[in-house]
């Protein structure tokens, strides 16, 4: 009863400020240190995976733009991506747009370059449900395979019904894993803070020379079933 009361409070303070204070920031710490394991699935295939039990999460919303940023190495080129967000609001529909970044590395050193960006709404499934906000996964196709060993990848999330941008993360204390980058106007760290998500294998293109042998097998087949039934001379 405590936590559902404090939920709507924590509800009503939050729709009420998004107009007088547009950075609203809500972290919930998380006893259960077993979420990322227990529900967090990668695609078949994948060139690379970020999971990891976490203990709490935190959401951000803004009338600016927001993005979050994380490392990842793949194995692989790519064409998806996959991502599980916490969504204590309810803000997460088959509406908003969701824009990806991939940067050939850290989005905040002057050097870097952005090499692809793609806008889609993407699909959400629920995957676990929370009094607190339920989790959901979240895959987004890329518009163009990415052949990229190393690099980062931007995250950010556009609520049309809001009219603002948001974006969700978790906390950990998995050791070996680099810090997230957030952007809110200036790109900073956030420390045993990081995206639970994977990477899709991009589709394999077919060879030419696969189709040269396989119509080369039609011809000698086609020639011999001729050749039987007395049609060729």
């Not at 998004?18 to 809500?26: E, G, Q, S």
């Not at 969504?87 to 747009?97: A, G, P, T, V, Y």
């Not at 793609?118 to 996964?137: A, K, L, Y």
């Not at 019904?161 to 050791?175: G, L, T």
Request: net charge negative.
């Amino acid at each position: 009863m405590k936590k559902t009361i404090l939920f709507a409070l924590l509800m009503c303070f939050h729709i009420a400020s998004i107009a007088d204070n547009p950075l609203i920031i809500t972290t919930k710490t998380d006893p259960d240190n077993t979420r990322g394991s227990r529900f967090a699935e990668c695609m078949a295939g994948s060139v690379f995976s970020q999971i990891f039990d976490f203990n709490g999460t935190t959401q951000i919303s803004n009338e600016a733009y927001l993005e979050i940023a994380n490392q990842f190495n793949a194995s692989g080129p790519f064409q998806s991506v996959r991502f599980w967000w916490w969504d204590s609001f309810k803000f997460l529909s088959d509406e908003n747009i969701f824009t990806i970044n991939v940067y050939d590395g850290p989005p905040n050193d002057p050097g870097t370059l952005l090499i692809h960006t793609t806008s889609t709404n993407g699909t959400i499934s629920m995957v676990e449900d929370d009094p607190w906000g339920d989790i959901f996964r979240i895959d987004l196709e890329l518009n163009e395979a990415i052949d990229l060993s190393f690099g980062w990848i931007g995250i950010s999330a556009y609520i049309p019904d809001e009219n603002i941008y948001h974006v969700s993360f978790f906390s950990h204390n998995e050791a070996g894993l680099t810090p997230l980058l957030f952007f809110d106007g200036l790109w900073s760290s956030a420390t045993n803070s990081n995206n639970l998500f994977c990477l899709g294998p991009a589709p394999t293109p077919f060879p030419l020379s696969n189709l040269a042998l396989y119509l080369s097998i039609f011809m000698i087949g086609l020639f011999v079933i001729l050749k039987m039934t007395g049609r060729m001379v």
